[in-house]
């Protein structure tokens, strides 16, 4: 049953939120929740498209990728110049 709440159980827990926060402060938390859900869905939907570009090209990377290999390249470079000094 865990997960599934039914009308009772949710006119409960916004009678215990609205005690705890107070009329005031209900819709500011509602607002914020309301857009972190709206980012999180854009996010999710924007990493499900790129990763549905690169089944289809696997030769283009996004920018993400492409900065990170070229970080990626940066540090065994220097890793690579610090073997080679003479101590």
Do not use: Y
Not at 6 to 14: D, H, K, N, T
Not at 21 to 40: D, N, Q, S, V
Not at 65 to 72: I, K, L, M, P
């Amino acid at each position: 049953m865990i997960g599934r709440f039914g009308p009772m159980e949710l006119v409960i827990i916004l009678a215990i939120a609205l005690l705890i926060f107070g009329p005031k402060k209900l819709p500011e938390i509602g607002r914020a929740l309301g857009k972190t859900i709206k980012e999180f869905k854009a996010h999710t939907n924007k990493m499900t498209s790129d990763d549905e570009e690169a089944k289809e090209d696997p030769k283009k990377l996004s920018s993400d990728e492409a900065g990170q290999n070229s970080v990626d390249q940066s540090v065994k470079t220097e890793n690579s110049n610090e073997e080679s000094r003479p101590s």
